[in-house]
């Protein structure tokens, strides 16, 4: 049983670390940029937060997997119509799109980043934030047994 709350710990150390990261990039560094008209400053911040954020969501995703599997057994069990697989579904959903948003991030909008190019890269950011917002409140609830609302 240690096994299962030293992983616990580190997701919910991992989640701290990236939704409260994302929460301050979102809530005060961001409608700052965007005013003053400074990708500089999204930047920035970006590069530093990615030393700790990067590894903090990888160590999400493996924790994640591993506490899954710890709770549901094999992936099959994962997609069943319990709260708790449910919940799992969310999670996976979360990932799949921050995924997608980091990818076309990274890969289309980071590269033409500009001053006027700014808001585009700012919904990447607000709904990466909503996600990782997301992640915390779903993962609260399998304490509880999930969320009531997704059971059939």
């Known amino acids: 049983m240690s096994d299962y709350y030293i992983a616990l710990s580190l997701h919910v150390l991992g989640a701290t670390i990236w939704a409260g990261g994302h929460l301050v990039l979102a809530v005060t560094i961001l409608p700052d940029a965007l005013r003053k008209k400074r990708a ?3 930047s920035e911040f970006e590069r ?5 954020g990067l590894p903090a969501l990888a160590v999400q995703i493996l924790t994640g997997l591993w506490l899954a599997e710890n709770l549901l057994g094999s992936p099959d069990n994962w ?6 697989a449910r919940t799992v579904q969310v999670k996976l959903g979360l990932l799949a799109i921050t995924a997608a948003l980091a990818i ?11 001053d006027d190019t ?3 890269l700012a919904w990447h950011i607000r709904i990466v ?3 990782a917002v997301g992640f ?5 609830s399998i304490r509880f047994g999930g969320y009531p609302v997704f059971e059939r």
């Open 48 to 52: 530093r937060f990615e030393r700790i």
């Open 118 to 120: 700014l808001p585009t």
């Open 79 to 84: 997609f069943g119509s319990s709260g708790i």
């Open 136 to 140: 915390v409140l779903a993962g609260a």
């Open 40 to 42: 500089a400053t999204v």
């Open 104 to 114: 076309h991030a990274r890969f289309r909008v980071i590269p033409k980043l500009t």
């Open 129 to 131: 934030t909503l996600a």
